[in-house]
């Protein structure tokens, strides 16, 4: 039986930004389940069938990718490869910045909004945005708008109690986290010192508030801290907000 075909240009449009921020990332089992989903919602394919299209499409990017191998046989984008990447990532950083300081919409509601925008950004209407936004470096969530000029951190969950912080970005912009993460009280450049951290919760105190988020939460947020602990990339599993939990 053929498939039904009822192509959504909204969530294309997200499935194309997506995919290629987790290219950008080689995370390649977030590239295959965007890959299912896309396959599922697009196309009416049962789930198992889903994933095993996606597996193909996954496995023949991973073959096809605009990567090279240096001397040490370590994997780095071309440069074709990695500017289009880049500016995918940029255009959408940007967006969200004019949308923050520009419009007035709340920082936690403005990243899908931004992912339908920067399909349909002209190269003039761009080149307005950027002298809107003035000096700013970064998106609203902390990652720069110019991917390269990234400044480095740690996970909140490693650092150690009594250490003082500042938090510079977000590492996972999903709205449902975003949500949360502003809810607790959180938001890029804030200070604090780190008060207690367990297996289930870290909470540091800021302003005479205390703010805790789960310990999966406090993976994928980047922080500069004095004591620092080593540099690591945190990508957990599951995200925990409270009950609920939320894969990557």
Known sequence: MAATVHFDPDRLAYFESAG????????WLWVLRLMARLVGEQLDIPIHRSFLAASYVTRAAIAWAPIEHDEDK??????????????????????????????????DDV?????????????????????????????????????????????????????EVEI????????????????VGLQPGLKGTLTSSDADEVALRSNGDVIALTRSVAETVSVRADPSPPPRTALPDQLVLGKERYGR
Request: one cysteine or more.
């Open 20 to 27: 290629w921020r987790a290219y950008y990332d080689r995370q």
């Open 74 to 107: 370590s994997l780095r984008f071309t440069k074709p490869g990695l500017d289009q990447a880049e500016a995918i990532v940029g255009r959408h950083r940007l967006i969200e910045r004019f949308l923050t300081d520009v419009v007035g919409i709340a920082w």
């Open 111 to 163: 990243h899908e909004e931004a992912e339908r925008l920067e399909h349909a950004m002209s190269p003039a209407f761009e080149k307005w945005m950027i002298s809107a936004v003035g000096n700013a470096k970064t998106c609203p969530h902390g990652p720069p708008i110019e991917p390269g000029n990234r400044v480095p951190g740690v996970p909140l969950a490693d650092v150690e109690v009594g250490a």
């Open 168 to 183: 510079l970005r977000f590492e996972n912009e999903a709205e449902d986290l975003l949500h949360y993460l502003k809810r």
